[in-house]
């Protein structure tokens, strides 16, 4: 795929994959971002774009190096505009144009807290274009966040999602992760880049 590899001028190839992180307010994207800086397993950095509204974070894993988009909140107002899916797609979208060696995504990280009143599921189909043809729903991990997580009532709630919310969107190939555990974000991340280890 276009989206993993890249050439260096010195002839090196380079294996590089890009995975987006969206979510509502509230889903605790923010805490899975700081695991993920401060991860004792793999070096990572972290740069701020202001002018995509989009903080982009390298990490290697696994001897591939993952960019991380971690977009704006969905529900959240920016420039008193309100941030829907379609303008973080859009976001992402003109990152990926700007760097035009990225082609795809990876994936997308979708993070719900169990403990919401009112879960978001937005419809993804606008990242069609930039997910591999034919495979936007396995491109999708549920991210299942809360800080009951350890509770058996967050387990029930989980399962409540996965036969409710989420039952349509899974039967088309999106994956669950419980989020359980901090030092388990990199294990997310690498069921998109690393599918065949993770499985």
Same mark, same amino acid.
């Given at each position: 795929?276009?989206?993993?590899?890249?050439?260096?001028?010195?002839?090196?190839?380079?294996?590089?994959?890009?995975?987006?992180?969206?979510?509502?307010?509230?889903? +605790?994207?923010?805490?899975?971002?700081?695991?993920?800086?401060?991860?004792?397993?793999?070096?990572?950095?972290?740069?701020?774009?202001?002018?995509?509204?989009?903080?982009? /974070?390298t990490?290697?894993?696994?001897?591939?190096?993952?960019?991380i988009?971690?977009?704006? +909140?969905?529900?959240?107002?920016?420039?008193?505009?309100?941030?829907?899916?379609?303008?973080?797609y859009?976001?992402v979208?003109?990152?990926?144009?700007?760097?035009?060696?990225?082609?795809?995504?990876?994936?997308?990280?979708?993070?719900q807290?169990?403990?919401?009143?009112q879960?978001?599921?937005?419809?993804?189909?606008?990242?069609?274009?930039?997910?591999?043809?034919?495979?936007?729903?396995s491109?999708?991990?549920?991210?299942?966040?809360?800080?009951?997580? /350890?509770?058996?009532?967050?387990?029930?709630?989980?399962?409540?999602? +996965?036969?409710?919310?989420w039952?349509?969107?899974?039967?088309?190939?999106?994956?669950?992760?419980?989020?359980?555990?901090?030092?388990?974000?990199?294990?997310?991340?690498?069921?998109?880049?690393?599918?065949?280890?993770?499985?």
């Amino acid at each position: 795929m276009s989206c993993c590899t890249w050439h260096r001028l010195d002839g090196e190839v380079i294996d590089e994959k890009v995975v987006a992180l969206v979510g509502p307010i509230g889903s +605790e994207k923010a805490l899975f971002v700081h695991q993920v800086t401060h991860n004792p397993l793999g070096w990572a950095s972290a740069l701020s774009d202001p002018t995509l509204l989009i903080t982009v /974070i390298t990490v290697d894993l696994r001897g591939v190096r993952v960019i991380i988009l971690d977009t704006p +909140e969905i529900g959240s107002f920016v420039g008193g505009n309100e941030i829907t899916i379609d303008y973080v797609y859009h976001l992402v979208r003109s990152w990926c144009m700007r760097y035009r060696r990225i082609r795809f995504l990876a994936g997308i990280l979708y993070f719900q807290n169990m403990d919401a009143r009112q879960p978001v599921l937005p419809d993804f189909r606008c990242f069609s274009g930039l997910c591999v043809p034919n495979y936007l729903y396995s491109s999708i991990v549920l991210v299942a966040t809360g800080w009951n997580r /350890i509770t058996g009532a967050w387990l029930a709630k989980l399962a409540e999602y +996965e036969h409710g919310w989420w039952r349509d969107i899974t039967h088309r190939g999106a994956r669950m992760f419980p989020y359980r555990n901090p030092d388990l974000a990199l294990e997310a991340i690498a069921l998109l880049t690393h599918p065949s280890i993770t499985r």
